[in-house]
């Protein structure tokens, strides 16, 4: 196709995209959708699109236009890691709400497709710092980024980051819980997009281990603690590195919270402090999911 042919189906894709996940069209996530070319973020090995109920399917050819729909692109077999789906993308990208000249750290981030987007909405005088643990991943997020030098990309554990306060954290795998130096990394009024799971058994010793219970939430420092809602159901790999504690105990009782209903009353994060764990969905001794708005 022609550049202007393919410029025509990505804004289709974009409006179709937000359309699918609720967000308002004709505003900025839309224009970012439109903006970035996926196809560089996909990596020259041929194309492969995920199925969850057979092998994944081969595509015929590396065409660009098969690279706008909502489906999950083959990144690391042997890692599970795929693309994303660009609508649930969306969705959590509309609860960051990212805005001009903002700062927001990626955590990990891929092949960098969503780190292009996060530097569409933040602008030229926002940054975004990409953080990747995967190095064969970073080798094709660094030369599809390396034109917006509003993105700083480094190869290094999530749990490092950020170094200072910044104004949002997206995160793109599941944890048990958010990390210390997450809450307390965001600024007045700073967002944190989290995606919370329950590991699943690998699907081969040492392999990959996904959610089996997940979702993302929203988490906003505000002047009196921290609100916090549900976003949509999310389903990542969960995280490697110092993030990815498999405390049995925390397992199972995060996966009794998802058995349960309720999810969708959280308010807030009840953070460094003790619970009242009847009126949380999900309670800790050091932090809990409250049905309570913040005081």
């Known amino acids: 196709m022609t550049p202007e042919e393919l410029a025509i189906v990505r804004s289709a894709f974009a409006k179709q995209i937000c359309a699918t996940a609720g967000v308002d ?27 969850l109920a057979h092998a994944p399917i081969q595509l015929a050819e590396n065409d660009p236009v098969y690279a706008y729909q909502d489906a999950l692109f083959v990144l690391s ?23 001009t000249g903002e700062t927001v750290v990626h955590l990990g981030a891929g092949t960098g497709y969503y780190t292009a987007l996060l530097a569409e909405l933040v ?16 080798q094709i997020a660094r030369p599809a980024l390396e034109s917006r030098a509003n993105v700083t990309f480094h190869v290094d554990d999530a749990a490092a980051w950020p170094k200072g306060e910044v104004d949002g954290i997206y995160v793109n795998f599941a944890v048990l819980a958010p990390l210390e130096k997450w809450i307390e990394g965001l600024a007045p009024n700073g967002r ?61 009782r995060l996966q009794d919270a998802f058995r349960r209903p309720g999810i969708e009353f959280v308010q807030s994060l009840i953070w460094q402090r003790p619970s009242d764990p009847t009126r949380c969905w999900f309670s800790t001794p050091n932090w809990a999911l409250s049905y309570d708005p913040i005081e």
Request: hydrophobic share 40%; glycine share 12%; aromatic share 6%.
């Open 192 to 252: 944190l997009v989290i995606p919370l799971g329950v590991p699943g058994k690998p699907n081969r010793p040492a392999g990959p281990r996904f959610s089996r219970h997940g979702a993302a939430f929203l988490i906003q420092r505000c002047t009196a603690g921290f609100s916090a809602s549900r976003i949509c159901q999310a389903f990542f790999i969960h995280a490697e590195g110092g993030a990815g504690s498999m405390n049995r105990q925390e397992v199972e």
């Open 25 to 51: 069209t004709n505003n900025d996530i839309e224009r970012a959708f439109s903006r970035v070319h996926r196809e560089d973020f996909l990596g020259s090995d041929p194309w492969r699109i995920v199925d």
């Open 77 to 99: 077999s042997a890692r599970g890691v795929n693309n994303g789906s660009p609508s649930l993308h969306a969705r959590m990208l509309g609860a960051l709400a990212p805005k």
């Open 123 to 138: 602008g030229p005088d926002g940054h975004v710092v990409a953080v990747e643990l995967d190095d064969t991943l970073a």
